[in-house]
């Protein structure tokens, strides 16, 4: 594991970007997984910006959603389809068959993770993963206490996912379930990336870089990835041992 440090969250956002652009650029046909979020959210628009702006040929890459929250209509501005057809699919004009997201409303979740387990190994691995680490340290909907051994599957949401997840609807709703990659699609990944930014993930940033590797910390995970990386702003370093 790297640990890099930018200098504010403009910053991130733009390095970020660049990773993944550069890589589309190299690997036009790779495959890559974000996470939605409010960390993520700059990134995603930079590359639509520059996308657009430079011609830029992503009509071959795939993309995959790293979770959504089981029961969530994709229409509903707090989904994290929502979000990508916003941000991403929409002002890139991303194909359907080059877009892989779980159906939250799906009669079968068991299909929908098992459709996208498939879905990876068909297209020999993911190449990039650029994540979030939320309050708990949860990585996706990988909570804590969650087995590291995990691909993609369904789990109970923590009280604190339930609680922080309000903020991104205008009203108040039922959480209970997430539907998600596994902290295993994130292991074989050939390149992984915990971003955050804020002096509100700091606590949680020292806990996932100098705490020990544990499941009940999930993105401590991160430590033991060969090409892994936690990219962060200057306020989200103030209490990292560097």
């Given at each position: 594991?790297?640990l890099?440090?930018?200098?504010?969250?403009?910053?991130?956002?733009?390095?970020?970007?660049?990773?993944?652009?550069?890589?589309?650029?190299?690997?036009?046909?790779?495959?890559?997984?974000?996470?939605?979020?409010?960390t993520?959210?700059?990134?995603?628009?930079?590359?639509?910006?520059?996308?657009?702006?430079?011609?830029?040929?992503?009509?071959?890459?795939?993309?995959?959603?790293?979770?959504?929250?089981?029961?969530?209509?994709?229409?509903?501005?707090?989904?994290?389809?929502?979000?990508?057809?916003?941000?991403?699919?929409?002002?890139?004009?991303?194909?359907?068959?080059?877009?892989?997201?779980f159906?939250?409303?799906?009669?079968?979740?068991?299909?929908?993770?098992?459709?996208?387990?498939?879905?990876?190994?068909?297209?020999?691995?993911?190449?990039?993963?650029?994540?979030?680490?939320?309050?708990?340290?949860?990585?996706?909907?990988?909570?804590?206490?969650?087995?590291?051994?995990?691909?993609?599957?369904?789990i109970?949401?923590?009280?604190?996912?339930?609680?922080?997840?309000?903020?991104?609807?205008?009203?108040?709703?039922?959480?209970?379930?997430?539907?998600?990659?596994?902290?295993?699609?994130?292991?074989?990944?050939?390149?992984?990336?915990?971003?955050?930014?804020?002096?509100?993930?700091?606590?949680?940033?020292k806990?996932?870089?100098?705490?020990?590797?544990?499941?009940?910390f999930?993105?401590?995970?991160?430590?033991e990835?060969?090409?892994?990386?936690?990219?962060?702003?200057?306020?989200?370093?103030t209490?990292?041992?560097?």
């Amino acid at each position: 594991m790297r640990l890099q440090v930018y200098k504010s969250y403009e910053e991130l956002s733009k390095t970020t970007a660049d990773i993944i652009i550069n890589l589309v650029k190299s690997k036009p046909d790779a495959v890559i997984c974000l996470a939605s979020g409010d960390t993520p959210r700059r990134t995603c628009e930079i590359v639509a910006e520059r996308g657009i702006r430079e011609r830029i040929d992503f009509s071959k890459f795939t993309f995959i959603g790293l979770d959504e929250w089981v029961g969530m209509p994709k229409n509903n501005a707090g989904s994290c389809y929502y979000f990508f057809e916003t941000l991403l699919i929409k002002p890139l004009q991303l194909s359907s068959s080059q877009v892989h997201l779980f159906d939250a409303l799906s009669k079968n979740l068991d299909d929908e993770c098992k459709k996208m387990d498939k879905t990876i190994s068909e297209k020999a691995g993911i190449d990039l993963m650029v994540v979030g680490i939320g309050m708990n340290g949860h990585i996706g909907f990988n909570e804590p206490g969650v087995s590291f051994d995990n691909y993609s599957h369904v789990i109970d949401l923590d009280e604190t996912t339930i609680t922080v997840g309000q903020k991104y609807f205008k009203d108040a709703v039922i959480l209970k379930q997430g539907i998600t990659l596994g902290l295993q699609h994130l292991m074989n990944s050939k390149k992984a990336i915990v971003i955050a930014n804020g002096t509100k993930k700091a606590a949680v940033i020292k806990q996932a870089v100098n705490g020990p590797v544990s499941s009940l910390f999930p993105a401590s995970i991160i430590q033991e990835h060969e090409n892994g990386y936690v990219m962060i702003d200057e306020d989200a370093a103030t209490l990292i041992n560097k």
